[in-house]
């Protein structure tokens, strides 16, 4: 048995929506998944896909994006990305109910590896727009926008607690925490995701939402005040999975 994690497999079998455009290494990604994940993940292991799996905007035109993962080998567990128009948080049970046995939507809820509690939420960071100096250093930033973001944080660590405590009460003590956006943006060094991982003692943070050579930085990776974090977006690895836990 293992753990692994992937983010951002961007499907749309159905909206024909194509990620070409965004670079070579999304050329034919969706057989990339396939090729990795068989390669990589077995019968008995587990997968946790960190968001953004399909461009549908209904449940109903997300189907045959959510039939390829399940057609995936072991079990699957999903979080909500910024993308995932499909899911509205309150329909987390229902989506558990009719897909029971096939897909875990994380969410509210925690799941279980070993003797880890597995929770998450989509999270988020603020993310601009920063205004740069000649020598692209950042003078400022939008203000109206950042305190928006605050509240979206704050929303967001409020539902991710909830799961924390949901599992104590069940009994884990031993954590991996999962988000969709990144743990902290470009300017920040803490944020309050990662002072909920130190308080609960996670042993990893894993994220990805990051896209692009010029944005797999924007976040911390490594092992951080004991914490490891990390970023597991499609095209930063290859559409490899990796490996969290053996």
């Known amino acids: 048995m293992a753990l692994y994690a992937l ?30 994940v068989n390669r990589t993940v077995g ?4 997968l946790v896909l960190t968001g953004d799996h399909s461009w549908g905007r209904k449940l109903d035109e997300s189907r045959e994006d959510l039939a390829f ?27 558990n109910q009719e897909f029971a046995g096939r897909l875990f939507f994380l969410q ?18 603020f993310e601009g727009p920063f205004y740069l100096d000649l020598q692209g250093n950042v003078i400022g930033w ?10 979206l944080v704050a929303r967001e660590t409020e539902r991710l607690r909830t799961s924390f405590e949901m599992a104590r009460q069940a009994g884990y003590r031993k954590f991996v925490m999962f988000l969709h956006y990144p743990p902290t943006n470009i300017l920040e060094e803490t944020s ?11 042993s990893a943070v894993i994220y ?12 911390i990776r490594g092992v951080c005040d004991g914490i490891r974090y990390m970023l597991v977006s499609g095209d930063y690895l290859g559409f ?7």
């Open 7 to 36: 983010g951002d497999l961007h499907l749309g079998f159905q909206r024909g929506r194509s990620m070409d455009a965004f670079g070579k290494v999304w050329k034919n990604h969706e057989k990339k998944i396939e090729k990795y």
């Open 43 to 46: 019968p008995d292991d587990t």
């Open 69 to 95: 993962i399940e057609s995936l080998p072991g079990r699957k567990i999903l979080l909500r990305g910024n993308h995932d128009m499909f899911w509205d948080v309150s329909k987390t049970e229902r989506l």
């Open 108 to 125: 509210n809820n925690f799941a279980v590896y070993e003797d880890y509690a597995l929770v998450g939420t989509k999270g988020y960071t």
């Open 142 to 151: 939008d203000a109206e926008r950042e305190q928006h973001a605050e509240k």
């Open 192 to 202: 309050p995701f990662t002072e909920m991982a130190r308080e609960y003692g996670v």
């Open 208 to 219: 990805s939402h990051c896209h692009g050579e010029s944005r797999f930085g924007d976040s």
């Open 240 to 246: 490899r999975p990796e490996l969290v836990i053996e």
